[in-house]
Nanobody, 123 residues
């Protein structure tokens, strides 16, 4: 019902910034909570950030609090992840996800996933 396509990844130096976008299609965007996960080579997919259906509530992993900001524009069917003060440990493939609630996003129970976009942070 929902197709998700991430964009905006790339290579940046430590301390730099990057903004990821996730464009959704195929279903009413505002029906879904949205989130971001990341997966480093050889590691499991970890939660990063989530936002509820109308954008009024957000939740972040401790590792990115104060540095990353999730937002959404329902008129554009797009969710964003603004990443500031990037660190080498932020290097991963970043995936967007859609699910019924912010809580199900946080717990990795999303029904829909994008294909991912690579973020590489050099030191």
């Amino acid at each position: 019902q929902v197709q998700l396509v991430e964009s905006g990844g790339g290579l940046v130096q430590a301390g730099g910034s990057l903004r990821l976008s996730c464009a959704a299609s195929g279903r009413t965007f505002s029906n879904y909570a949205m989130g971001w996960f990341r997966q480093a080579p050889g590691s499991k997919r970890d939660f990063v950030a989530a936002i509820n259906k109308n954008g009024g509530s957000t939740y972040y992993a401790d590792s990115v609090k104060g540095r990353f900001t999730i937002s959404r524009d329902n008129a554009k069917n797009t969710v964003y992840l603004q990443m500031n003060s990037l660190k080498p440990e932020d290097t991963a493939v970043y995936y967007c996800a859609a699910s019924a609630t912010l809580t199900t996003i946080v717990n990795g129970l999303s029904n829909y996933w994008g294909q991912g976009t690579q973020v590489s942070v050099s030191s």
